[in-house]
C-alpha cells in the first residue's frame, strides 16, 4: 500500500501522462502535484515507484511513465470525475429525442459513445433467449415461404423467412398465427417444444408440419448470437502511435467473439488495463458496464491505451448505459 505522498505523486504522474502522452518530469509531476516538496523528493519517490512496479523509465535520460499496475492503483483510487454540463446535456437530449427501434438505437447509441469520449465504443446487444414475446405476426408471401416478424418485449424486431415444407392457403397462415400467439406470447424467446398438433404416433398433417417449421424458425431466432455494433475504429491511429499496435486492436475488434471477451460480463463498471485482458499483452484499456433490456442485458464499453481518460471515460460509459436503460425502459 502507498503511503498519501507517494500515492499523491503517482497519480500526478498518471494525469501527466495522460494528457501529453510523454514521459513526465519529477518537475512536471510536482506542479501538477498539491505537494509542498523539492524535486529532489519527487525524483527519490518516482524511483521508489519504479522499483515497485508503478512506474518505469523508457531511457536512462526520460522522465517516467505509469506502468499497468500503475494505472490500476490510479483506477481503483480515483475520486469521482464530473462531466461538463454541455457533455451532461448532450447525452440526456439524445435519449429523449431519439426513437428508434432497438437495433437502431444500439448502433446509434455507439455512434454517441464513440464520438463523446473520442475512442473506439462497443454496445452489445442483450441475448435473445431471455426476451419475452410482445407480438407475434406471421404474413404470407408464396403458397411455401412465410415471413415471420416477432417483437420482443424491449422492441427488439426479428424478421426470419419460414421455407414451408407444404403450401398454406392465406387463411391457414392467419390459422397459425393465431395458433403461435396462443401458445408464445409473453413467453420468452428460448421457448420449449412446440404443442402437440396430433396424438403420439400418428403422423402429422400439412398443417402440423409447416406449425413445426415456423416453430423451428422462432427458436432459432433465440439462439442467434447478441448484436454487436462497434463505432469509431477510424480513430485508432490518432491513439496508438505503434501501427502494430493498430493492426493488433483492429483485429479484435474484426472478430465477434473476440470483442464479447473484451467487455467483462461482471456487473457494474469493469475496467481492465494491459494484462488484465484474456489472450492481449499490449497497450490496452476498456472500461465497460451493463445496461437492462427488460429481463435481458446487455454491454456497453470503449477501449484505448492505457493512458486514457479514465475518469471522464468511467462517467461518459455509466451515464449512457443509465441513458440507454432508462429509453428501452420506456
Known amino acids: ?32 502535484s498539491d505537494l509542498e516538496v523539492s524535486p529532489a523528493t519527487v525524483r527519490k519517490e518516482l524511483a521508489l515507484l519504479e522499483e515497485d512496479g508503478y512506474a518505469a523509465q523508457p531511457h536512462t535520460s526520460a522522465g517516467r511513465v505509469p506502468t499497468a499496475l500503475g494505472y490500476r492503483f490510479y483506477v481503483d483510487n480515483q475520486v469521482a470525475f464530473q462531466l461538463r454540463r454541455a457533455v ?19 448502433h446509434a447509441t455507439s455512434r454517441l459513445l464513440s464520438d463523446v469520449t473520442r475512442l473506439p465504443a462497443v454496445v452489445v446487444g442483450p441475448h435473445l433467449a431471455a426476451e419475452r414475446i410482445r407480438s407475434i405476426n406471421l404474413v404470407s408471401l408464396q403458397l411455401r415461404l412465410a415471413l415471420l416478424v416477432v417483437v420482443t418485449e424491449s422492441a427488439r424486431v426479428l424478421q426470419e423467412i419460414c421455407r414451408l415444407p407444404a ?17 408464445a406470447l409473453g413467453a420468452p424467446l ?3 417444444a412446440p404443442p402437440a398438433l396430433a396424438p403420439p404416433g400418428v403422423p402429422p398433417t400439412p398443417f ?24 469509431g475504429t477510424g480513430r485508432l ?18 472478430r465477434e467473439a473476440a470483442v464479447l471477451d473484451l467487455l467483462a460480463s461482471d456487473p457494474g463498471i469493469n475496467i481492465r488495463i ?37 475518469g471522464r471515460a468511467i462517467s461518459v460509459v455509466q451515464r449512457v448505459s443509465a441513458g440507454l436503460a432508462d429509453r428501452i425502459g420506456v
Not at 451493463?290 to 454491454?299: C, I, K, M, T, V
Open 190 to 192: 428460448g421457448l420449449p
Open 1 to 32: 500500500m502507498l503511503d498519501d505522498r507517494r500515492s499523491e505523486i503517482l497519480r500526478s504522474l498518471v494525469e501527466c501522462h495522460i494528457r501529453t502522452g510523454a514521459p513526465a518530469s519529477s518537475t512536471m509531476v510536482l506542479e501538477n
Open 237 to 254: 491511429a490518432d491513439l496508438w502511435d505503434d501501427l502494430d499496435a493498430v493492426s493488433q486492436v483492429l483485429g479484435v475488434l474484426e
Open 167 to 183: 403450401p398454406l392457403t392465406g387463411e391457414e397462415v392467419s390459422e397459425m398465427e393465431t395458433l403461435l400467439r396462443s401458445h
Open 274 to 310: 494491459g494484462e488484465e485482458i484474456p489472450d492481449l499483452e499490449m497497450d490496452l484499456a476498456v472500461v465497460s458496464t451493463s445496461f437492462l433490456a427488460g429481463n435481458s442485458s446487455g454491454r456497453i464499453g470503449v477501449l484505448g491505451p492505457m493512458r486514457m481518460n479514465y
Open 208 to 231: 402440423g408440419s409447416c406449425f413445426q417449421e415456423v416453430w423451428a424458425t422462432l427458436e432459432r431466432a433465440a439462439v442467434r448470437a447478441s448484436d454487436v455494433y462497434v463505432m
Open 88 to 106: 451532461r446535456s448532450r447525452i440526456s437530449s439524445f435519449f429523449s429525442e431519439v426513437e428508434l427501434e432497438l437495433d437502431r438505437l444500439l
